[in-house]
Structures are given as structure tokens and as C-alpha cells.
């Protein structure tokens, strides 16, 4: 269920079109349409979609595979930053947040209807562990053409059976005492990491 | 007000101490505690501490100042970025979040206890403005031993008062067609960029 125009527009412009489209004034009752709302200021426009018509597809070079990470702002905010520093992927594990939610959605700010959701086991090695210390230096290994950045819920972090199928587990330096970066900033960074050194690579 | 142990605790490690503790069971009622909570589930301990007793002391040579940026998550976010990425400072200006508020305080983990909050006007220069397009690529301007980076809100961006006082503009290249970053993506991004820098220039 897409609140607003703005993502409802951002559905039709990849040519997802709406099962239903709740129009304030027009087919429905404003009265009615702020009665369903989320919103604390109601949206005017309410699109229902099926989630089968969100894009599969060819799979990036390049995306996050998020484990167990069930806050949905987070996830909505990395496919965000999957659609701004993309092209890239999201994998998301079971017990993850649905994208599909209403928090995620408006973190992801529309962006869930154009960065295709994979299946972890399609997502391309190497897949690059990313943990709070004692990995490689992200930039020396982000610098490949296609990548996984494999994350972790906040407290949790990775189990030992996926760290264990991942190739590579590698850190972004933080200073000495400081608290580590919250999941949603740690995928970004990796992405941004990516995208920098493909970058310099062809350069 | 800050609420549970770690960020009570948060406080206290930099010797910062509360004006009221109130703990549940020892000299305040569990219910009582719970009723003034903010949280689902409530803290069993509560800090009441003062402003003025956050850090002000000597400026770090790289931070971010965020223009009029009203979001407290964001702001709690960017807290915790620099942090995790600084030691670096947050310049806040005038109708930004408070970043004393209840949910900036919960985004920052306790960093607000750990960041300088530095007026805009002692913040070293250059000033970077980050906008989300047309700068000069955020890599090609971020490896300077000190730096400010401008970040304004989401919808309205730096005004040309801002920019104008700035000494460098600069973007972080996005894929064609996307959406911007949001603006504690774009600081956190910020941080990280300049910290990598420096990382290279020392070898």
C-alpha cells in the first residue's frame, strides 16, 4: 500500500501500475481515505499494489545482503542508498523487515519499486562479510567488479554459518572507543566504497 | 532526559553526571518510571542531565554542520556518524533538531554525550557544501587535514546565503535517474570519504 503521490508516481514510471488507486474526492470519501491513512497528515492518493509486480529480473553486479535486520526504516533507507549508489541489489533473509511495509516504504522513499529484491542465493561472489573489527580495510577489498556486502542485524551482527559461506569479511575503520555505525550507514559506506573504487578502476 | 543504561552509562564514562537518577525499585516506583517513559518499553532507569554540561572544549578538525535540518533522527544519526568516523564535531543551525531530544538522542546511541556541538561559526574552513549535484565529486575535494562539510535539509537543500559563505561545492556521484541520498546518508558518506582520505595521504 503506497501513501502519496510520490510514490505512487514512482511505481508508474517503472510501469507498475496500481491494483487499486484511492483517489480523495474522486472514487473515495476524502474523509474515508484519511480514516485509512497512516500518515499523520493523510495522503490524497492511496495506490495498492501486488507485491509479485515488484521488480526481479536481472540481478546487479553489485548489492547488500541483509541477515535478520528487522527494523524496517533501516531497510527501507538501504534500498534507498541501493537505488542512489546503484545500480545494486537488496537480498533480504527471512526474519527480515518486509520491504514492503509501510516505515519501510516511506524510508525507502519510492525507491523499492526500481532496486530488484534477490534471492540471497543469486546474489554474486564474492560475498564481503561486513563486521564492526577485525575484517579487512573495506576499501582494499570493495574494489571488484561484482560484489555482495553481506550485513547484520544491529545487537545480533552475523552468525557463524553465514560468515562462514562469505569470502571475504572485511571493516570500516571507526575510531578507537567509538560505537559502531548503525546497519543502514554501514551498507551505505559499502555501496558509496564500491561505486568509488570501480571508479578509480577505470580511471 | 536520557533513558536506560546504556545511555545513562554513555554519560557518566565521560564524566558527564546526571542531576536526577532516577532507577525503578531503589528510589522511584517501577510504575511510576514507566508512566513518564517515552519508550514501549519502558527504562528502568532514568538521567536528567544539563545541556550546558555537553562537550564543547577544543574543536576536531572535521565535522559536518547541518542548515535547518528538522529531522531528530537525522540529526541523532549524524551524532552517532561522527563518532563512529571522528573524532569530528556537529555545527547545528538555528531550527535544526535538538539534538537533546528524545528520539535524536536515541538515533545518537549516547555519541551526544561523546561530539562536540560547535557553533557554525568556529567551524574550520573550507567550508564543503554537499549538494546533490553539480559539485565537484566528494572524493576529489575530501583528502584536506581539516574540513567542514554543509549539509542542508532534504527538501530545501543549502540557500545561496550558505552556499555563497562556502569555499568548495561537492557531490556524491548517484546512479542517472535516481533519488537523492538523504542528508544523514550524505554526511555519514561525508565522514567516511574524508576519513579514507586521510587514511591514503599518510601512507
Redesign the interface.
Known sequence: VAEGEDLVDAATSVEIEPVELLVAGHNVEPALLAEVSALGHPARVIGVFRRGDLRRGAVPDVGVALWRVGDP?NVG?LI??A?????AFVALSPDSADPTGPRALRAS???VF?VPLVDLEAAPRPWIALVPAGGKTL?HVAGVAKATFVLGAEREGLPAEILLRCDEVAT????AG?????V??AG??AL??H??SM?VEKK
Open positions: 526504516g533507507t534507498r542508498a537505488d542512489a549508489l546503484g545500480p522513499m519510492g525507491a526500481r576499501a570500516i575503520p571507526l575510531t567509538a560505537d559502531s555505525l548503525n543502514a550507514m551505505t559506506i558509496y566504497e561505486a568509488r571508479r
